[in-house]
């Protein structure tokens, strides 16, 4: 137990019983899309930072299970919301409001878990409520390391319900969590998690047999949204502050791709199953190249940076490129002569080919002062995941991946959807 859990336990033992019920009411079918403004922040601390929690993240992923079955729930339809995304360079944000009037925060857009909570920056922006009630339990991830872990960081908080306002979309009697201990959060106020509802259970203390319905699932259930879904839109950027990301809960947004839209079913193979998993293989040069990755599964995942592969794959990557591990970043680099002979990587994702061009396979290089690179360098953000294949998870398409095209989580039939935009070529690097 982590010091001071005790004290905070029993401190919350008189709080009100856990109500989780949904006001089914407020069907809103002539809603429209809604978007929100967001910048892009760099994390400073240097890419091989990066690497180290993007791998701290991989290992969390594959030891963390799923501990019971995500509940259905009667749903209804109704109109699709649209809420903008910021990309850190390790990270999206959105800004979140909780409570009647909303307290604003700025959370980190998170498919790999699924409990929403605020208030990591208990020093400079305490989560205060005014409407919110408290249930009496705490959020935790259980014993014997009873804290929500991210990879990078832990969460410790208490469990409130009130309104959590997505733009507007305001989602009544939601489950969140506020802060009471957090580490690894740094300018960000706690998690926006869309992940699959079953990764919120046995989260609560005392044990709560139930999961905690997402802000999707609560969507889908009070009727405001159409879809039971998340399409999700980035864009690749070479500047710090440029709004280029875009969540739309309960449907699409035609205007952000341009292909096809083809979903694969989320994979059957554990541990990649219990999060937004499916099954790829990656080809070096053409569709049928040397194999980079042969088929196995693994994730989809906002809240990691790179693009991990298991650690065999990342040697054959390495010698097809020609590429150097660079010991300052972590990061593969080209000399500047091997840039032109750099060839796009095909992923095999169902019956569907994407390409992933050169240019999308290199660090903006623009930024890679900021991130502790030499600035006439060409960094390349595919990487080892830190484990060889056969592992269940041996990749994780991150955000650097879906960067380059549109990317559905369709939660009411358990598939994830890909399509190419106006960036999946684009030559922002």
Request: hydrophobic share 40%; net charge negative.
């Amino acid at each position: 137990m982590l010091p001071g859990l005790r004290l905070i336990s029993a401190a919350l033992l008189p709080l009100g019983a856990l109500s989780l019920s949904a006001n089914a009411g407020l069907v809103r079918r002539d809603a429209l899309p809604v978007t929100l403004p967001f910048a892009r922040r760099l994390n400073l601390t240097g890419t091989a930072k990066l690497l180290e929690l993007d791998q701290a993240r991989a290992k969390a992923f594959k030891t963390r299970g799923a501990s019971s079955s995500s509940g259905a729930g009667a749903f209804r339809q109704a109109a699709v919301f649209d809420t903008p995304a910021t990309n850190q360079a390790v990270d999206y944000t959105a800004t979140v409001g909780v409570g009647n009037p909303p307290q604003n925060f700025t959370l980190l857009i998170d498919t790999g878990s699924s409990n929403t909570w605020v208030g990591a920056q208990l020093l400079t922006k305490p989560f205060v409520p005014t409407t919110s009630a408290a249930t009496g339990n705490l959020v935790v991830r259980g014993e014997p390391n009873p804290e929500v872990m991210y990879g990078s960081g832990f969460f410790i908080g208490q469990e409130f319900t009130d309104t959590v306002h997505l733009g507007d979309l305001a989602i009544e009697n939601q489950s969140f969590g506020g802060a009471l201990v957090a580490e690894g959060f740094e300018d960000v106020d706690g998690i926006l998690g869309i992940g699959p509802v079953a990764l919120t259970c046995g989260t609560l203390i005392p044990a709560v047999t139930d999961c905690i319905p997402t802000v999707t699932d609560n969507a889908f259930t009070q009727g405001l949204i159409s879809a039971h879904e998340i399409g999700i839109s980035f864009e690749p950027s070479s500047s710090l502050n440029n709004a280029n990301g875009e969540l739309t809960f309960g449907g699409v947004d035609t205007s952000k791709f341009t292909g096809p839209l083809n979903f694969v079913p989320i994979t059957s193979t554990s541990p990649a199953s219990e999060f937004v998993g499916i099954d790829q293989a990656i080809t070096f040069g053409s569709a049928d190249g040397p194999t980079v990755l042969a088929s196995t599964s693994g994730v989809t995942d906002t809240g990691t940076t790179l693009l991990l592969i298991a650690t065999d794959a990342f040697d054959t990557y390495q010698n097809l490129t020609g590429a150097t591990l660079d010991s300052t970043t972590g990061l593969l680099r080209l000399d500047p002569d091997q840039v032109g002979n750099l060839q796009s990587l095909f992923f095999h994702i169902g019956d569907n080919v994407l390409e992933f061009t050169p240019n999308a396979q290199m660090w903006p290089r623009a930024l890679n002062s900021a991130i502790g690179g030499d600035a006439d360098s060409v960094f390349l953000i595919v990487n080892d995941i830190g484990s060889l294949s056969g592992e269940g998870l041996d990749f994780i398409d991150g955000m650097t991946f879906l960067e380059r095209f549109y990317y559905v989580f369709d939660i009411a039939n358990s598939r994830v959807g890909f399509a190419t935009t106006a960036f999946t070529d684009a030559t922002t690097n």
